[in-house]
T-cell receptor, first 110, second 114 residues
Framework: QKEVEQNSGPLSVPEGAIASLNCTYSDRGSQSFFWYRQYSGKSPELIMSIYSNGDKEDGRFTAQLNKASQYVSLLIRDSQPSDSATYLC??????????FGTGTSLTVIP | EPEVTQTPSHQVTQMGQEVILRCVPISNHLYFYWYRQILGQKVEFLVSFYNNEISEKSEIFDDQFSVERPDGSNFTLKIRSTKLEDSAMYFCASLSSVGTDTQYFGPGTRLTVL
């Protein structure tokens, strides 16, 4: 079974706060992990990819991966209203297939 | 900046008709994908395509669906005998090589089956 689970939210944070998004996956064969941002009616846009355990930082975004717990998270620091979107967690198996979670809706309140 | 393009942006069809959704991947990319997203639901993998053949397909991708790369640029998804439940956003994506894992998505085609 190749499930990717996310809390659908909605998650609301005040501007300037840290937003924390979580994701779990079921297939231990998952090799690559991604966070996408999707605005309403638009296509997914890659924010970050992570491949090994630990943290990966890119600007205001930090992805965390724990393969033992089958857990991926995304932290958004200094959240801005423009960060309001649905955040999709995705995994790639050793095959050429990518699986997405249902997404977490984030609203940043000015 | 190179981008994936899709046409049409919106397709309306009658149940039972055939539709062809078109995509132009980024020119030097080697792997191509189709995804479906029913309104309010998750992005679902349909099929991946490499070296002019299907490399992976999901359970959704049954005999109703087919893909083709008729020339060096276009990548098409054909849906035969459309059903109401085929109404969704269809996204094409391309990837330069498996090692990079960075997929670039097109803007999508909204398919409405009446």
């Amino acid at each position: 079974q190749k499930e990717v689970e996310q809390n659908s939210g909605p998650l609301s944070v005040p501007e300037g706060a840290i937003a924390s998004l979580n994701c779990t996956y079921s297939d231990r064969g998952s090799q690559s992990f991604f966070w996408y941002r999707q605005y309403s009616g638009k296509s997914p846009e890659l924010i970050m990819s992570i491949y090994s355990n630990g943290d990966k930082e890119d600007g205001r975004f930090t992805a965390q991966l724990n393969k033992a717990s089958q857990y991926v998270s995304l932290l958004i620091r200094d959240s801005q209203p423009s960060d309001s979107a649905t955040y999709l967690c995705a995994v790639r198996l050793h095959s050429n297939q990518f699986y997405f979670g249902t997404g977490t809706s984030l609203t940043v309140i000015p | 900046e190179p981008e994936v393009t899709q046409t049409p942006s919106h397709q309306v069809t009658q149940m039972g008709q055939e539709v062809i959704l078109r995509c132009v991947p980024i020119s030097n990319h080697l792997y191509f994908y189709w995804y479906r997203q029913i309104l309010g639901q998750k992005v679902e993998f349909l099929v991946s395509f490499y070296n002019n053949e299907i490399s992976e397909k999901s359970e959704i991708f049954d005999d109703q669906f087919s893909v083709e790369r008729p020339d060096g640029s276009n990548f098409t998804l054909k849906i035969r005998s459309t059903k109401l439940e085929d109404s969704a956003m269809y996204f094409c994506a391309s990837l330069s090589s498996v090692g990079t894992d960075t997929q670039y998505f097109g803007p999508g085609t909204r398919l409405t089956v009446l």
